[in-house]
């Protein structure tokens, strides 16, 4: 079983920041690439940022400049710095991760639960 456990997400003011981490533990044997999705109310959930193994990173366009994906590969985690929040990145948070299983040795792809934020005067 492999698990992904996000946390960080709240309420902030317009222009603040939040910093959100997603941690993986169980059978894995590698990862190759973690992500944050998000899902608005009423909209499909989309990529927001990814990073691989090598650190080679993406962005979606609305928030390039202002959210910062990192990893640290020995513990397993993914964080999403995200400063100047708007309102329109109200949304729940999800991580991603594209591994493979420890025990099969075998890709899967894993979601977590997901964490709400919230960009609010």
């Known amino acids: 079983q492999v698990q992904l456990v996000e946390s960080g997400g709240g309420l902030v003011q317009p222009g603040g920041s939040l910093r959100l981490s997603c941690a993986a533990s169980?059978?894995?044997?590698?990862?190759?690439?973690m992500g944050w999705y998000r899902q608005a109310p009423g909209k499909q959930r989309e990529l927001v940022a990814g990073i691989t193994s090598g650190g080679s990173t993406n962005y979606a366009d609305s928030v390039k400049g202002r959210f910062t994906i990192s990893r640290d590969n020995a513990k397993n985690t993914v964080y999403l710095q995200m400063n100047s929040l708007k309102p329109e990145d109200t949304a729940v948070y999800y991580c991603?991760?594209?591994?493979?299983?420890?025990?099969?040795?075998?890709?899967?792809?894993?979601w977590g639960q997901g964490t709400q934020v919230t960009v609010s005067s």
């Open positions: 991603n991760a594209d591994l493979v299983v420890l025990t099969t040795l075998r890709p899967g792809y894993y």
């Open positions: 169980g059978s894995i044997f590698s990862i190759y690439r």
